[in-house]
Structure formats: C-alpha cells, structure tokens
C-alpha cells in the first residue's frame, strides 16, 4: 500500500503540535510539509518471497516453482 501515513506520536489534533500558531490558527510548517508525515518507500516483490524453502532455511540454489510448473518436463534436462 503506497501513499501517507503519520507517525504514531502525532498529535490527535494539528492544535496541540508543537509548530501551530495559535493566534493565526495555522500550522508553521503547512499541512503539506507536516513533520509527522512519513511516507513508505516502494517494495518491489520478488518471485522468491513466497518461497516455502527459502523461508526457514537457506535457499536450495533453484527454484521449486519451476520445476513444479514445468509438470515433471523431462526434456529440460532437470
């Protein structure tokens, strides 16, 4: 899931954080530049990420996926 999250020590409202002006009723930094945002970083997914032999172990050298859906292909030399 891409997009914005906030840290979980923001405030519940932008009034009690610490760069709200209160005379003005703003924020100092704007609400595009608030300092509890962060934003997740893009993961690209692997075909080894489900991978049941990789998981609790080294990985084997091949992958299982393979071999498992070539159907037992005796031609490939494997």
């Not at 530049?33 to 489900?50: I, M, R």
Request: charged letters at 30%.
């Amino acid at each position: 899931m891409y997009g914005t999250k906030f840290s979980e020590y923001k405030p519940k409202e932008c009034r009690y954080c610490y760069f709200w002006c209160g005379k003005n009723k703003c924020c100092f930094l704007g609400k595009e530049n608030c300092y509890y945002e962060t934003v997740e970083e893009a993961t690209e997914k692997s075909e080894c990420d489900d991978c049941p032999y990789g998981r609790h172990s080294p990985c084997i050298g091949w992958c299982m996926k393979k071999v498992l859906r070539k159907g037992g292909d005796d031609s490939n030399g494997i």
